[in-house]
């Protein structure tokens, strides 16, 4: 996409990006269930569901709806660090996740 290659709009790469969102979000309920923690309850898990949320609309910006290839770079590096953030609170099942000790 940032290369300006025309294999962006190729159907199976849409489609992937799809599949990836969906298991993203099928993963998350399904952990939801197995560890009985659910969002809306423990403030971990709903970060982690708000922060989902926002990494794939960070990418739909990043892929398809950033109007310049540098807003689109730009989108995808937030996107990024986005799921870097997804995966802090995931780990350390905290809400700030790796912002904890940072903020500290």
Same mark, same amino acid.
């Given at each position: 996409?940032?290369?300006?290659?025309?294999?962006?709009?190729?159907?199976?790469?849409?489609?992937?990006?799809?599949?990836?969102?969906?298991?993203?979000? =099928?993963?998350?309920? $399904?952990? +939801?269930?197995?560890?009985?923690?659910?969002?809306? !309850?423990? /403030?971990?898990?709903? %970060?982690?569901?708000?922060?989902?949320?926002?990494? =794939?609309?960070?990418? $739909?910006? +990043?892929?398809?709806?950033?109007?310049?290839?540098? !807003?689109? /770079?730009?989108?995808? %590096?937030?996107?990024?660090?986005?799921?870097?953030?997804?995966?802090?609170?995931?780990?350390?099942?905290?809400?700030?996740?790796?912002?904890?000790?940072?903020?500290?």
């Amino acid at each position: 996409m940032i290369m300006g290659s025309s294999m962006v709009n190729h159907r199976a790469l849409r489609l992937s990006s799809y599949i990836i969102d969906t298991t993203l979000l =099928v993963a998350a309920i $399904m952990l +939801a269930f197995e560890i009985h923690q659910f969002p809306f !309850i423990d /403030a971990w898990l709903t %970060v982690k569901l708000g922060l989902l949320i926002a990494y =794939v609309g960070l990418g $739909m910006m +990043a892929l398809h709806r950033g109007r310049t290839s540098q !807003i689109r /770079a730009a989108f995808m %590096v937030v996107a990024l660090l986005v799921y870097g953030l997804i995966v802090s609170v995931a780990v350390t099942r905290d809400p700030l996740g790796i912002l904890r000790g940072l903020l500290s």
